[in-house]
């Protein structure tokens, strides 16, 4: 009997496992896994593949403008890992000038076809007094040719407006990044504060404090996404006009920011530069008070694929 009973229970336990909602239960769930990240360089840019995904977008320790917090869920896209040189800005600008798309007039590139003929792009003569010397606009023109000042030509492009942005991205059919984009980017899937590789705020997570000015891109440790520099360096232009109550109406999926906004109100620009705090380095942290056609020493911009 008792070498019946030791075949039967074993066998009465396997039974109940394999019976649906009378399972033995386990005591770890497994592991959740991520869809891992691919990188493809696609005209000289380095785009990583950011999933889909939903997260809470805006702060209750920022300004108003980043209230209320709210879901937003979001497509897979491609991302720059990098922000856009100096180097890859003045090859654009060759393309478009071989291709009679731009000239310059007066030290500034205009656009002279497309979308945003008679607009500018660059200011070549910008300079910020300010700042110091290493806070200029370091693509030049010959006269026949753009090139980048050397030992700048891994710096992030500055002194590019809105409108110079956008006309790079859609010369390789790419796009800038929405902000809700750019946000979820920074969180990195996991709700980062801060756009760094723990989500932590310090001078070694990215060029905030320790130059007044850019340096070399991907220095600094990347997000879990992969991506570079969301913290410091310099602020980056996105798709958006900016509107300081959109997050009230703003719709749940793929937001893509206000139809019109305030005259007073510009585009977006998102993540801080070199000399930020942690406040203005926070991933919902936003910037919309500057126009289309501003320049800056501290401005540059990354680009996305949809």
């Known amino acids: 009997m008792k070498t019946f009973l030791k075949i039967l229970i074993p066998l009465l336990i396997v039974l109940a496992a394999a019976c649906g909602h009378d399972s033995l239960p386990t005591e770890t769930e497994p592991p959740e896994t991520e869809p891992p990240l691919t990188t493809t ?42 922000e856009i040189t100096n180097a890859q800005y003045a090859a654009f600008l060759n393309e478009a000038l071989a291709a009679g798309e731009i000239n310059v007039v007066s030290g500034y590139v205009k656009g002279v076809t497309g979308d945003y003929a008679g607009c500018d792009y660059i200011h070549l003569a910008g300079y910020d007094y300010s700042g110091g010397p290493e806070d200029s606009c370091w693509v030049r023109y010959t006269g026949t040719a753009f ?26 059919g790419l796009d800038l990044p929405t902000e809700a984009q750019w946000e979820y980017a920074s969180r990195a899937g996991k709700q980062y504060e801060w756009g760094t590789d723990d989500g932590t705020f310090s001078v070694g997570k990215g060029n905030v404090t320790p130059y007044w000015h850019p340096v070399d891109i991907g220095g600094y440790a990347p997000n879990p996404f992969k991506l570079y520099d969301l913290v410091g360096n310099v602020s980056e232009w996105c798709r958006d006009l900016y509107a300081s109550e959109y997050y009230s109406v703003s719709p749940r999926n793929d937001p893509a920011g206000p139809a019109t906004n305030k005259t007073t109100e510009g585009r977006v620009i998102r993540g801080s530069s070199f000399g930020s705090n942690d406040f203005f380095s926070r991933s919902a942290s936003r910037i919309g008070y500057l126009g289309s056609e501003y320049f800056g020493s501290s401005v540059g911009f990354r680009v996305v694929r949809n």
Do not use: C
């Open 41 to 82: 360089v696609y005209h000289g840019i380095t785009l990583v593949s950011l999933p889909g995904g939903s997260f809470q977008m805006g702060d209750t320790t920022g300004n108003s403008d980043e209230l209320p917090i709210h879901a937003v869920t979001l497509s897979p896209f491609e991302m720059s890992a990098y």
């Open 147 to 172: 090139i980048v000042r050397a030992g700048k030509e891994h710096w992030p492009v500055v002194y590019v407006n809105w409108s110079g942005a956008k006309a790079f991205a859609g010369f390789y």
